[in-house]
């Protein structure tokens, strides 16, 4: 049993696949609604709606793209119509590209900025003005170990996910007073589409700087989200807690 009631809800940017999958299902099982958005993966956001309703709560799934104000903003409208207002909500939805910084346009820089970073703001900004009302609420945002330590070939994404730990540590500092924090969770390998591609080289030099030797699990990743999106975690704020077998880089 956890301490969700079965009516709140939760919203998940970024649901359809990887962490946020994961998440969308282990909140789920916690007793919320949840209300994720998809980028073009219908078929995928249908099964994953079947999947959480299947579990007893309500789920509802929208089309958006998270560096779109607009879209974000009719994402969230359309999740608060159909599941009422926000009590949690986790921004999953990121994307990599990946160059050395000399060879690097200008469109991948600013794509994963757009999306990883403005993202957040979108999301982020969208939801808070009712939970400012309701004086409580709970936001995670998803970051990166690159964001803490820096990666090479990808100043891109390290910029992004490390301006998500300065976006939320001062969100968590606007906001507390209102009840409301703010928390960001640093994941280091986890297999997901994200690191499918990587090589089998790059693979196995990860797992030598991993004390645990192994790759983490999205479910793995879900379990922290659920913990500091619940009541458990009601004097966590501005933390950003590293999920990562231990990776020193
Ligand atoms: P994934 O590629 O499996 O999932 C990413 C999700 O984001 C997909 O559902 C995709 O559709 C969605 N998305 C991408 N661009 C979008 C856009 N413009 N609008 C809406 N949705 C969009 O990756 P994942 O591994 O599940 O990654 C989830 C989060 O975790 C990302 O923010 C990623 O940077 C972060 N992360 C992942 C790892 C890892 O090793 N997998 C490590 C650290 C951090």
Redesign the pocket.
């Not at 009302?133 to 330590?149: D, E, F, L, P, T």
């Not at 703010?182 to 080289?201: H, Q, R, Y």
């Given at each position: 049993m956890t301490d969700n009631s079965a009516t709140k809800v939760a919203l998940i940017?970024?649901?359809?696949?990887?962490?946020?999958?994961a998440t969308a299902l282990r909140l789920a099982r916690d007793g919320f609604h949840v209300g994720f958005?998809?980028?073009?993966?219908e078929q995928a956001a249908k099964e994953l709606a079947q999947e959480i309703a299947e579990l007893g709560v309500k789920a509802q799934a929208v089309r958006?793209?998270?560096?779109d104000g607009d879209s974000v903003r009719r994402f969230v409208a359309e999740t608060e119509n159909e599941l009422g207002p926000i009590d949690v909500a986790v921004?999953?939805?990121?994307?990599?590209k990946d160059n050395a910084l000399l060879m690097m346009p200008d469109a991948d820089w600013h794509q994963v900025i757009d999306?990883?970073l403005s993202?957040v703001f979108n999301v982020c900004r969208s939801v808070i003005f009712e939970m400012m009302k309701r004086k409580s609420g709970s936001i995670v945002n998803?970051?990166?170990?690159?964001g803490v330590y820096g990666n090479a070939t990808q100043t891109n994404?390290a910029a992004s996910?490390a301006g998500i730990i300065g976006f939320s540590r001062s969100l968590a500092k606007e906001v507390g007073r209102y009840g409301i924090r703010a928390n960001v969770v640093?994941?280091?390998?986890?297999?997901?589409?994200?690191?499918a591609d990587l090589s089998e080289k790059v693979k196995k030099q990860a797992m030598q700087s991993i004390p645990l030797r192994r790759?983490?699990r999205?479910e793995e990743v879900a379990d922290l989200v659920s913990y500091l999106s619940s009541d458990r975690a009601s004097y966590i704020t501005g933390a950003v807690l590293q999920i990562d077998g231990g990776i020193i880089i």
């Amino acid at each position: 049993m956890t301490d969700n009631s079965a009516t709140k809800v939760a919203l998940i940017s970024g649901g359809s696949r990887g962490i946020g999958r994961a998440t969308a299902l282990r909140l789920a099982r916690d007793g919320f609604h949840v209300g994720f958005c998809y980028q073009s993966n219908e078929q995928a956001a249908k099964e994953l709606a079947q999947e959480i309703a299947e579990l007893g709560v309500k789920a509802q799934a929208v089309r958006a793209d998270v560096s779109d104000g607009d879209s974000v903003r009719r994402f969230v409208a359309e999740t608060e119509n159909e599941l009422g207002p926000i009590d949690v909500a986790v921004t999953s939805a990121g994307i990599t590209k990946d160059n050395a910084l000399l060879m690097m346009p200008d469109a991948d820089w600013h794509q994963v900025i757009d999306v990883n970073l403005s993202g957040v703001f979108n999301v982020c900004r969208s939801v808070i003005f009712e939970m400012m009302k309701r004086k409580s609420g709970s936001i995670v945002n998803i970051s990166s170990v690159a964001g803490v330590y820096g990666n090479a070939t990808q100043t891109n994404y390290a910029a992004s996910k490390a301006g998500i730990i300065g976006f939320s540590r001062s969100l968590a500092k606007e906001v507390g007073r209102y009840g409301i924090r703010a928390n960001v969770v640093a994941p280091g390998f986890i297999e997901t589409d994200m690191t499918a591609d990587l090589s089998e080289k790059v693979k196995k030099q990860a797992m030598q700087s991993i004390p645990l030797r192994r790759l983490g699990r999205a479910e793995e990743v879900a379990d922290l989200v659920s913990y500091l999106s619940s009541d458990r975690a009601s004097y966590i704020t501005g933390a950003v807690l590293q999920i990562d077998g231990g990776i020193i880089i």
